[in-house]
């Protein structure tokens, strides 16, 4: 009764203390946040102050409307708790599954996202569950709120505008501060799109995870980062000459150029570069039978886990996401008029095909690849017939299936013209548990705990790759010894299985670890006996990685085909630096990674390629002629 009486007779302490539990729930909230990240303790232990409490204001905010909304603190606590909560258990799924965490600018691309995680069995794991149970403290708060304003309920007057209109007016004022602590003149957070780009390229690790969600809104306005260094004379010096790169191969008459083939292969990844599953079969046994035949090495792709679009966006434009922080590049941005390896090949003549066996709407590709300028684009409709399920995987359709549906559109294209043929394969995608124990065609010895099945099933889907891979190379080899058709074919993963950081020694740490996890096998053969075949340009003993940039110019280059002086400088550039995308540094053919200002020579190579990639991304700014062959 005494404690009644105190409260009744202290109502604005009262309200104090239901403010301090509304920001400790908050806090929870935030920390709920950066662990939906994957953001490690280390990290949010070494976040300036000034970061941490931006977060956690920005969580507040929610309550804070809801408060002004309704005038009860345990309502707006509790209510604004189970939306960070639901925000949080989304975004760690998001993160696992798409390797990228959840920013403003994938707001586009959320039905994709919706319907790409309605093909998983999503299951709780420790770090989940965690931040699952991170809501207990925040409804432990909400309800000593709701007992420390229930005795100055009884017998209170009603609600009154004045009370409204503070409630009001103290939420603006925090919405304003927050603002100019994000985008004003004296910000807490960069405003420079290209300082915070580069942060969130590296997870998030300068300004913590939710400060960067709200910080990625400038993504929206301008999703391509502007090189500090841009100018119109930056980019005359960053062009090379052509005498300066000549090109190992034999440049092919005009009018005898040949097929160029090219297929990102979902999720194709070797296991063994971050563990040995000791694998009862040699599930690619096939690939790396082509080594005397054909360049083969790992791509190092934007994403661990994860990002296909990203990828795909990479190949087959040739440029890097490191300018494109956290952006879905179809999803995002215009395609038209977009320089790429389509704009390319047209330009020597080549008839043009793109297809996956999928939704046209994913990742809008139906409108993307048209934009791009594919004459043609095909879709799942388009593969049903020959479409043969794995096992319960009905939703992918198999590469065995895929590929003779592929061969026959490309067999469709002009007879008198070279052809440029992509394909973008669905059979490996995740989740990993639609086949019985029997219909597994390899099996793991690896302890891999309740990630077993996972494994078993990614494996087999590998080995069915490397049986696919052989007929789609079988079916090149008798096509040129019977019609002399020439065929350039290039394939490379698009990423690792999303659950290979789990599955990754925890002996591999640093750049070593990011690298392998991202390193994603590909292969560069041609149907008809080369005399030159371009090379990896890494070490011999240094794992053979090369930017996926940089593929396609190298599968131009195998062809014989006048290089455009954006595919020459990467071309020349590759002898120099092995991999930038989002690496802190740059990866030397060595195989050792250069911090940013360690390599004068290497750093100043990634500086002219930014500049020139940032010229093809900005059409107001862009020199047509640089992406184009040079046939003078």
């Not at 925040?138 to 309800?143: D, G, N, T």
């Not at 590296?202 to 990625?216: A, I």
């Not at 005498?243 to 990102?264: A, C, F, M, Q, R």
């Not at 110019?553 to 590759?574: D, I, N, T």
Request: one cysteine or more; a negative charge; proline letters at 6%.
């Amino acid at each position: 009764m005494q404690v009644s009486n105190f409260l009744r007779a202290h109502p604005r302490l009262v309200w104090a203390a239901q403010l301090l539990l509304a920001l400790a729930a908050a806090a929870v909230g935030w920390l709920q946040l950066e662990r939906s990240a994957w953001q490690e303790n280390h990290v949010l232990l070494a976040l300036a102050p000034q970061y941490i409490l931006l977060g956690v204001l920005t969580v507040f905010a929610v309550p804070a409307v809801v408060y002004a909304l309704c005038g009860r603190w345990h309502i707006a606590t509790a209510a604004g708790g189970a939306a960070v909560t639901v925000l949080a258990l989304v975004n760690y799924y998001v993160k696992m599954l798409h390797g990228t965490a959840l920013l403003l600018p994938d707001l586009a691309n959320v039905v994709t996202a919706a319907d790409v995680v309605g093909t998983y069995s999503i299951r709780p794991d420790p770090t989940s569950i965690k931040i699952g149970l991170c809501f207990l403290p925040v409804l432990a708060a909400a309800a000593a709120q709701w007992l420390l304003g229930r005795p100055g309920r009884k017998g209170a007057p009603p609600a009154t505008w004045r009370n409204r209109l503070k409630r009001w007016a103290g939420c603006i004022l925090l919405l304003i501060l927050l603002f100019f602590g994000y985008f004003g003149p004296w910000s807490i957070m960069p405003t420079d799109v290209s300082v915070f780009a580069y942060a969130i390229a590296f997870n998030f690790y300068s300004y913590g995870y939710t400060p960067s969600l709200v910080s990625s809104a400038l993504l929206l306005l301008n999703p391509v980062v502007r090189p500090a260094e841009y100018s119109a004379e930056a980019i005359a010096q960053a062009v090379i000459n052509p005498e300066e790169y000549g090109g190992s191969v034999k440049l092919t008459e005009n009018g005898e150029y040949p097929d160029l083939v090219v297929i990102l292969n979902e999720a194709w990844y070797d296991l063994s570069l971050v563990t040995d599953p000791q694998a009862d079969t040699d599930y690619m046994e096939y690939f790396y039978s082509l080594a005397e035949d054909a360049t083969m090495g790992y791509a190092l792709v934007p994403d661990v886990g994860g990002g296909t679009n990203r990828s795909e966006f990479s190949l087959l434009a040739s440029h890097s996401m490191t300018l494109l922080p956290g952006v879905t590049p179809f999803s995002t941005m215009s395609m038209e008029g977009q320089p790429s390896v389509v704009t390319y090949v047209e330009s020597l003549g080549y008839a043009t095909m793109a297809a996956h066996p999928a939704a046209a709407d994913n990742y809008r590709r139906g409108m993307a690849w048209p934009a791009l300028g594919f004459d043609s684009t095909y879709f799942i409709d388009n593969f049903r017939a020959n479409a043969i399920p794995y096992g319960n995987r009905e939703a992918y359709v198999t590469d065995t299936s895929a590929y003779p549906t592929f061969i026959s559109l490309y067999e469709a294209m002009p007879e008198n013209q070279p052809r440029f043929a992509y394909l973008l394969t669905i059979q490996n995608h995740g989740d990993y548990n639609g086949l019985d124990e029997s219909e597994l065609r390899v099996r793991a010895a690896t302890d891999f705990g309740d990630d077993e099945h996972a494994v078993d099933e990614f494996l087999s889907l590998i080995d069915l790759d490397d049986e696919a891979l052989k007929y789609l190379t079988d079916y090149f080899t008798d096509l040129y010894r019977t019609t002399g058709r020439r065929v350039v074919l290039l394939m490379v993963g698009d990423h690792a299985p999303y659950l290979v950081d789990e599955l990754t020694d925890s002996a591999l740490t640093g750049a070593e670890r990011t690298i392998r996890q991202r390193a994603t096998p590909f292969v560069l053969w041609t149907n008809y006996p080369a005399e030159i075949r371009v090379t990896t340009g890494t070490a011999v003993d240094a794992l053979p990685v090369v930017d996926l940039c940089a593929l396609l110019p190298m599968a131009a280059e195998q062809a014989g085909l006048p290089l455009s002086p954006y595919y020459r400088y990467l071309l020349a550039m590759r002898q120099e630096v092995s991999g930038w995308t989002n690496l802190d540094g740059v990866l030397l053919p060595d195989g050792s990674v250069a911090a940013d200002g360690a390599n004068a020579e290497a750093d100043a190579w990634v500086s002219g390629y930014y500049m020139l990639e940032y010229n093809a991304l900005t059409a107001s700014e862009r020199v047509e002629s640089l992406f184009l062959p040079e046939t003078g």
